[in-house]
């Protein structure tokens, strides 16, 4: 079976989590740690994602995986400034005050590089180890 779902399709959670590259017990584990994830839940228990639940666990993901930030992090960044602020980190778009606002996702890796390299010659000035 080759045919593709359409854009507005739900989602069974092994789909979400093939398309993400997550397993399955990631996805249940976020759902307890993130309100905003609320699958449909049909007939036992089974869990279908909306498009928008989608680019929330992708925007969550991406804030964990490519960001770094912690749960606790991530739901700090939840509870202030909501599930649209995540869904636009998800596009590269969303971004604190003072974090890049603006910024493509290549400008900001190029920026972290630059920050690397500037704490490693600092480093080597102060005669420190470098860790």
Avoid at 79 to 98: F, I, Q, S
Wanted: hydrophobic fraction near 35%.
């Amino acid at each position: 079976m080759s045919e593709e779902k359409s854009e507005t399709a739900y989602r069974s959670i092994s789909e979400v989590a093939s398309s993400l590259n997550v397993e399955t017990h990631v996805l249940r584990f976020w759902e307890t740690k993130f309100d905003i994830i609320q699958p449909l839940k049909r007939a036992a228990g089974r869990r279908f994602y909306r498009p928008e639940d989608v680019q929330l666990i992708a925007g969550i993901q991406c804030l964990l995986h490519e960001d770094g930030l912690t749960i606790k992090g991530v739901q700090k960044i939840i509870r202030d400034h909501g599930a649209d602020y995540v869904r636009a980190r998800l596009e590269g778009t969303g971004a604190l005050p003072g974090e890049g606002a603006g910024l493509s996702k290549s400008q900001r890796e190029q920026l972290s590089a630059a920050r690397d390299q500037l704490g490693q010659i600092r480093h080597r000035l102060l005669g420190e180890e470098a860790s």
